[in-house]
């Protein structure tokens, strides 16, 4: 099946500054969709993108297919932007099984 | 339009025990799938259903199953408990346009 790296595992930022995360796929996909999971446990949408780029807010996003990889960009950042981000892919093989990457851990520091 | 929701939202349970939890869609939805959070595993997908009928299944056992009602509201079920079933559990529901929507998890602790 599809194998869905993210990186970095963690990351802490001063309030204000900008971040990339990548999620790198291991096979072609259909379904790409990066997620911002709160201390409760919500699973918040950010973007659906399987490929092109996107924009809402501060946060944006690009997927290049034909390469592999996924970036969000946070800009600006805000202690509120703290929380596991995901990216979640489906295809390959695979249908319509939603494999996730293991996440970046976000810290904003105020 | 409401969103996934999901009962109970805390359970505890004991080993051997079985349990059962529910997800509503987002109305129009007809595509519940659910997963399992653990610190060790990440999130792992375990099904999917579409119009009643489980479209894709993850590596789980047996013990976890599921269905699906003609109103798209969905159950899982796990018999037998283990301690390493202690979990959120996810669901979420999607239209056609493949984009899911999760709800907020049922927080299940085996002892």
């Known amino acids: 099946g599809i194998q869905v790296e993210q990186s970095p595992p963690d990351l802490i930022l001063q309030e204000g500054a900008n971040s990339t995360l990548r999620c790198n796929f291991s096979?072609?996909?259909?379904?790409l969709q990066w997620f911002h999971q709160n201390p409760w446990g919500q699973l918040i949408n950010l973007f659906y993108?399987?490929?092109g780029t996107k924009q809402n807010g501060r946060l944006s996003a690009t997927t290049v297919a034909t390469e592999r990889y996924s970036l969000l960009y946070i800009s600006s950042s805000q202690t509120t932007d703290s929380g596991v981000y995901f990216c979640?892919?489906?295809?390959?093989?695979?249908?319509?099984?939603?494999?996730f990457g293991a996440g970046t851990r976000l810290f904003v520091k105020a | 339009k409401a969103g996934v929701t999901q009962t109970p939202r805390y359970l505890i349970k004991t080993r051997g025990q079985q349990v059962t939890l529910s997800c509503s869609p987002i109305s129009g939805h007809r595509s519940v799938s659910w997963y399992q959070q653990t610190p060790g595993q990440g999130l792992q997908f375990l099904f999917e259903y579409f119009s009643e009928t489980q479209r894709n299944k993850g590596n789980f056992p047996g013990r976890f199953s599921g269905r699906q009602f003609s109103n798209s509201r969905s159950e899982m079920n796990v018999s037998t408990l283990e301690l390493g079933d202690s979990a959120l559990y996810l669901c979420a529901s999607r239209d056609t346009s493949y984009e899911q929507y999760f709800g907020p998890g049922t927080r299940l602790t085996v002892t």
């Open positions: 993108i399987p490929s």
């Open positions: 096979d072609s996909v259909n379904n």
């Open positions: 979640a892919v489906e295809g390959g093989t695979g249908g319509f099984k939603t494999i």
